[in-house]
């Protein structure tokens, strides 16, 4: 018998493939919500959300997007009780460490974008081990921003290039959106033409706050545990029906 989670194996035929968009990027918000509606403690909803994640990421290798980027860890979620951070440190290692061996042989290209050097050295040890083993791999590129902050990124692009200019490397004229961007996180991707928020709140919460400038959003009431390929549909089905103007009439 054939399931309909089997069928979703391929893009579903409503969806036109050359309107699809290039880049999704994911705000994964309601774990904590998921977990206390079934009496569970809050990082039994961020064991959930990982399980989301995978099955997302293999949703757009089917599906043919070529770029993934998700909201792991935010420079305000150290405020989060401590037991909770540990944990999300821990996940997202134990993540990595079972995940890598198949995103190799799917030729993913994993990169992480934030300030990674205040993250446990054992988390800065997985991450260089999985960036370094997929550096090559030329298929679908996932971003996972861990310690991210839209207003920290764009603080450093500020700061890297006012040394630029210090140095007599740059000349202030010759600062452009495209010398700005290359001081990015994200530099060298096409931002994101579709942002997914769960959850139903209606804010960026400090993501991408530059690259999104034109990017269309999207706002599902569902919690992060709950989104599967059937909610990526109606996703990407709300964006094939939007018309992107960038400003123009």
């Not at 036109?16 to 290039?22: D, F, G, I, S």
């Not at 821990?90 to 974008?113: D, G, S, T, Y």
């Not at 960036?131 to 692009?157: D, K, M, P, V, W």
Request: hydrophobic share 40%; net charge neutral; aromatic share 8%.
């Amino acid at each position: 018998m054939i399931t309909q989670q089997t069928e979703l194996q391929y893009l579903p035929p409503d969806l036109k493939r050359e309107l699809l968009p290039q880049h999704v990027a994911v705000i994964m918000d309601g774990n904590g919500r998921w977990a206390k509606s079934r009496g569970l403690p809050r990082i039994m909803g961020h064991k959930a959300g990982a399980d989301t994640l995978k099955n997302l990421l293999r949703c757009c290798e089917d599906w043919g997007i070529q770029a993934l980027t998700v909201y792991a860890f935010s420079t305000e979620n150290w405020k989060r009780p401590r037991e909770e951070v540990n944990f999300l440190m821990a996940l997202i290692r134990r993540f990595l460490r079972q995940e890598l061996k198949e995103m190799v042989q799917k030729n993913v290209h994993i990169e992480f974008m934030g300030v990674l050097s205040e993250l446990p050295l054992s988390l800065q040890q997985e991450i260089s081990r999985s960036t370094e083993a997929t550096r090559h791999n030329t298929g679908i590129r996932f971003s996972i921003a861990t310690n991210y902050g839209g207003r920290q990124e764009i603080l450093q692009a500020c700061r890297a290039i006012s040394q630029k200019v210090q140095n007599g490397l740059i000349k202030p004229e010759d600062i452009s959106e495209e010398v700005f961007e290359a001081h990015l996180y994200t530099a060298g991707v096409a931002d994101p033409d579709l942002l997914i928020r769960t959850s139903g709140e209606m804010r960026l919460s400090n993501f991408l706050l530059w690259q999104m400038a034109y990017g269309e959003i999207y706002i599902t009431d569902a919690l992060w545990p709950d989104f599967d390929r059937n909610e990526f549909h109606r996703a990407l089905s709300a964006y094939q029906q939007r018309e992107r103007r960038f400003g123009k009439v």
